[in-house]
């Protein structure tokens, strides 16, 4: 029997990420993950992949408050449920909304990132949803998360692919919600349903990763030999995908409302 063996979330879109001992689960996946994204005037949003100094910084949720650091500077705090004006924004393909949270913010950012930038957080008015391509028919609503509303990945194929490195790295490389331990490296790939109680998770896609994999999620240093992508291209590259897949999408299946805890069994199909 597989268990959960750690839970996290990311709030602002491609900044540091929390842990938790549980979390709740929503229709878009965990609760106030990527509910919060960084956009280039115009409503562009931004990555780690091109802006890296975004992993030091540093997310808190206490009560309904956001609270973002940053080395050097002072925390800047926002209202989870910040007023301001709704305007289109752009995650790859998708245009949505997003509900600006005001100059103090959008100052902050540019002054930690180097460049005028606004924060914006989801406007319900108008969802996302996933790629019917591989959730199916059936539209599912999805945060400002690249494309899925939950990634899992299991412990053993860190542990399997840190074999193969020259170093070791942590999970946070690879930013998972759903770390899972008990079943084998990379059996994630094909298990296409996942329970823990009233929680069931479809598994809809393999992950395929990017240059955020490569940078140290604490400093926002890029590794110099590309590093895990180079060593993964050798065994775990998806000619479908075009890239090297870690990780499996999945969709919120049934139990939205319901909570995930560390150490709750996970049946797998």
């Known amino acids: 029997m597989a268990r959960i063996a750690s839970l996290h979330f990311y709030p602002v879109k491609s900044c ?16 106030w993950d990527r509910r919060w994204m960084i956009v280039k005037p115009g409503g562009l949003f931004i990555t780690q992949r091109t802006h890296p100094a975004m ?6 949720l206490e009560g309904r408050l956001l609270r973002l650091t940053a080395p050097g500077r002072a925390p800047l705090e926002v209202p989870g449920d910040h007023d301001g ?19 103090e913010a959008g100052a902050w950012l540019s002054a930690v990132l180097g460049e005028p930038l606004r924060l914006v957080r989801q406007d319900p008015a108008r969802p996302r949803f996933a790629n019917p391509d591989y959730a199916g028919p059936d539209p599912h609503p999805v945060s400002f998360a690249d494309a899925y509303p939950v990634l899992l990945i299991s412990r053993a194929s860190l542990e399997d692919l840190n074999t193969r ?3 070791p790295i942590p999970m946070t490389r690879f930013r998972p919600n ?5 079943i084998p490296a990379y059996a994630e790939d094909t298990m296409t349903r996942f329970r823990a109680g009233p929680v069931v998770l479809r598994g809809i896609k393999r992950c395929d990763r990017c240059s955020i994999t490569t940078t140290d999620q604490l400093t926002g240093a890029r590794h110099p030999e ?4 180079r060593t993964l291209k050798a065994y775990r ?20 409302g319901e909570r995930l ?4 069994e996970f049946a797998i199909t």
């Open 16 to 31: 540091r990420g929390i842990t938790v001992d549980a979390l709740r689960m929503s229709e878009t996946g965990p609760e």
């Open 55 to 60: 992993a030091t910084i540093a997310v808190a």
């Open 85 to 103: 004006p709704s305007g289109p924004v752009v995650v790859w393909k998708s245009e949505c909304l997003g509900i600006d949270a005001g100059d």
């Open 165 to 167: 490195l020259p170093e």
């Open 178 to 182: 759903i770390v899972v331990e008990g």
């Open 226 to 229: 590309q590093e895990p992508i």
């Open 237 to 256: 590259y998806d000619r479908r995908l075009k890239g090297v897949v870690f990780g499996q999408n999945c969709l919120v299946e049934s139990g939205v």
């Open 261 to 264: 805890a560390v150490g709750d």
